[in-house]
């Protein structure tokens, strides 16, 4: 109802419930960015976090509109791996912007995204760096 009243129905699609954990991972992985928004005022000691699905964003080379207050913030800009918004919605419209401002920057910014992921492989050596990075916070 809301994608309608907004006139968006045509752009944005619904999946529901699905179960088939590859067949997720092609959706993420056609989706233009990954959203990791998080209100700085409600964090807490969800600030120190580092949200899975950041991973899986980055896994199926999906680009992030991301905000500062999540703990894989500095990891994913760091890769360039995506961009930094505020917590309000005009900002989080222009980052979207940002990553698809043409075929080439979408193109640079999923590049990015893979090569970040292909660090969780092996001894998962970014992700400890992502680990020690949130804790210097």
Known sequence: AIARDMNILERVKFHGYVADESEV???VGR???GFALYDPARCGYAY???PAKVFAYLG???PLVITESSGSYDYVMAGKAGVSVE???DSVVNGMR????DVETHLRYRN???TLARGFE???MIFRDAVESSLKR
């Open 60 to 62: 199926c080379g999906t």
């Open 98 to 101: 940002a990553i698809c401002a």
């Open 25 to 27: 991972h092609r959706i």
């Open 112 to 114: 990015a995204a893979r």
């Open 48 to 50: 120190y976090a580092i």
């Open 122 to 124: 092996g001894e998962g």
């Open 31 to 33: 989706s233009a960015a």
């Open 87 to 89: 917590y309000d919605a």
